[in-house]
């Protein structure tokens, strides 16, 4: 009898063995599985499980770059046509951007006094702060849309279409634009506009393959520094603006004084990435299969509830025309003929309601759909579960059903649920809002527009500690409105927070809601009402507000 032998020239055993299938050699280890020449059996070739499962070694662009536009235009197609996943779009957004990201400026006057000296101090970042701020929203709030190079949107709707693409597509991308045309009287108050750009237009001229300085449109340097970002001139497949399609522009990614022209925001997955994924890209197939299943639930319950009622005969029609003696050329005796002519002209009512005539021996039968499947809810929630989870939201926010949910389990979703938002935020400020905030505030204090100590330094010297600031997004709001603000209060009470984080995480800004509240409690006494409850807080001087109010729209004093 022959004999296999492996490399070793050790005989070959049956596979029945071994517990982990052949290992070829000598054994090593005993895993899981039994013997395996493999210590680890996510790397057993021969298993059974897993043995067929042969995925490549890539480098992120080589996994990207040449599939990108496929996977891409798969995700907008299923949320252009499937409601959960643009439910799901909507719902980040809506809490990560609603309608607009609120700027609050915080210089780093440490770091400023640290390196320059001066009067860097915390009055003097107050003062910038205010000023900054006030600027800052004449500009994104422009009436005329002079922040936008299009002139079609605000800077907050701005934020807002960036994050979709970022969110559908895996990345956004800006452009910074130097018009000072714009400026002058009824006009821009400054040269700065912002462009948002389509992903799709950042691609390697004449669509040439990746190489060592060339990836996927961004051309890099021998560091691997993004330099430049080549793009087309218009949409590829836009037939009227073929010749156009088929430029490129190389932009370089700042301006020779450090001002930045491009901002490519996009989530990092891998070192060396430099493009980016959307979100829906793990999910995809699942949410493909699971729109389809809908439909086809759909189509067989409404063909279920066309056909709800048959007449059920035990005769055969040419059966009964001999029983009953028809001629030839009859289909029915004349008998039958009568009985059908009375049903439809002289028809059995009773209160209104037509009673059908039968023949004899049949009956009406109404169909029994199994549709849709008894299983159909659980089945579709637990694929929601796994879209949620891939998003980063609670599997509530996504189908909007809250009728399983108490309030433990609602506020600990929210809870975790918020993690995930507040990190898409700040990421997206890093990648995008704050570098289009520093870019126009480079062009305010070149002009003059905010206070310096003597001897600042100028802003490219110091654009990090400039630039400093936060985003106020969309309140967190509470799902026990009573509790949640009594657990704000204890937490400031307790000195473990602060006005302005309780009143950042509702999407407020601490010191106009002071202001506001001074002018209300001003406005009490001022018409000789007796102020509320919530108005009676304590003033330097010892006295309650109650007892001795302020006037209308007075300050008390420190």
Known sequence: MSVIVDAFGVPFKARADYGGGYTGGSPVGGGLSGASAVPYEAGDWSSQKIGNWLPWIRSPDAEINQFRDRMVARSRDLVRNDGWASGGITRILDNCIGTNLRLSAAPDYRALKLRFGGGFDAVWADEFRQAAEALWRGFAHSAGKWNDVERQMTVGQQFRVALRHKLVDGEGLGLAYWLPDRVGYGAADYATAFRLVDPDRLSNPNQMLDSHYMRGGVELDDLGVPVAYHLREAEQNDWYNAIEA????????????????VFHDYDRDRAGQHRGVGVFAPVLAHMKMLARYYSVELQAATIASQLGLFVKSPYDPALVQDALGADDDAELPMYQNLRSEWSKTRPAMFDGVRVPTLAP?????????????????????????????????SVEQITQDWSRTNYSSARAALMETWKTLTRRREEFATGTATPMYSCWLQEAMENGELP??????????????????????PPRGWVDPVKEPAGSVLRMDAGISTLKQESAEQGRDWEETLDQRAIEIGKFAALGIAPPSWSA??????AMFGEDAPAAGERVAA
């Open 537 to 542: 807080m304590q003033t330097p001087n010892g």
């Open 452 to 473: 310096l100590p003597s001897g600042a330094p100028e802003f490219i010297e110091a654009k990090t500690a400039y630039s400093r600031c936060e985003w106020l997004g």
């Open 361 to 393: 021996g049949e009956d009406i039968t109404a169909v029994e759909s199994a549709h849709p499947n008894t299983n159909f809810g659980a089945f579709t929630h637990e694929m929601l579960c796994v879209f949620a989870s891939c998003t980063g939201v």
């Open 246 to 261: 088929n430029r490129w522009e190389r932009v370089e990614r700042e301006d020779p004084d450090g001002w930045q022209r």
